[in-house]
């Protein structure tokens, strides 16, 4: 089996495990999962769930984010921790999507990577759950568990994201991202992963290293 058809078969069992492929992060506008997702850097999705809830109440438009006092901004925000930073960019972001994209997310890389604190994770998640386009989310859980799967040997986001554009079928990246957040919460954990359970051990390059599984290593 070489590495996209151990690709495929991981996809096919996650489908099974988990069938509804969603964001663990709230939200029912295309602005407000920006801004979530900025808030989750350092912090758990769980924790950004609850700050959002009154931050979105207090701050109900996208033009009040911009008019925000950024003092106030910070003391909403820094349960999530890096608050300064955090409030910051996402007032500076606001303005930004009013000023230069007329009050709509933009919906390519460049202009998203354009907008204060996003990066390409947050442009992926924002391009494959908005919009709907090919998108591969780099967060920790992505990198860990596909490293250790042998999907890629690399550690670093952007090199971990084009290792797997390789491999994944398009329509398929987003999807299998969000399902390996709740299976390395679950299963593959950074600490102690539960491989005795674990039904991709068979096409897993990490438990025939540590196991003497056979399993043969797709290049």
Do not use: W
């Not at 390789?166 to 919460?185: A, K, Q």
């Amino acid at each position: 089996m070489n590495k996209k058809e151990r690709v495929c078969a991981a996809i096919s069992e996650l489908k099974k495990i988990y069938p509804e492929a969603v964001c663990s992060l709230n939200y029912s506008k295309p602005y407000e999962l920006l801004i979530a997702t900025r808030l989750s850097a350092q912090c758990t999705d769980a924790r950004v769930n609850i700050v959002t809830k009154e931050l979105f109440k207090k701050y109900p438009t996208l033009q009040s984010f911009a008019d925000a006092d950024l003092e106030e901004l910070e003391s909403y925000v820094r349960p999530c921790g890096f608050y300064r930073t955090k409030a910051k960019s996402i007032k500076e972001m606001a303005i930004s999507i009013i000023s230069d994209f007329g009050g709509e997310v933009p919906d390519t890389m460049e202009k998203l990577t354009s907008l204060s604190g996003v990066g390409r994770k947050t442009a992926n998640l924002i391009l494959g759950d908005v919009y709907g386009k090919p998108a591969v989310v780099t967060d920790t859980h992505c990198i860990r568990i596909t490293g250790r799967l042998g999907f890629t040997d690399n550690t670093e986001p952007r090199k971990v994201e084009k290792d797997l554009r390789e491999i994944i079928p398009p329509e398929e990246g987003s999807d299998f991202c969000h399902r390996l957040v709740n299976f390395g919460r679950e299963i593959c954990k950074a600490r102690n992963p539960m491989c005795d359970i674990c039904t991709l051990k068979n096409i897993c390059r990490f438990y025939k290293e540590n196991y003497g599984i056979e399993n043969e290593e797709g290049k």
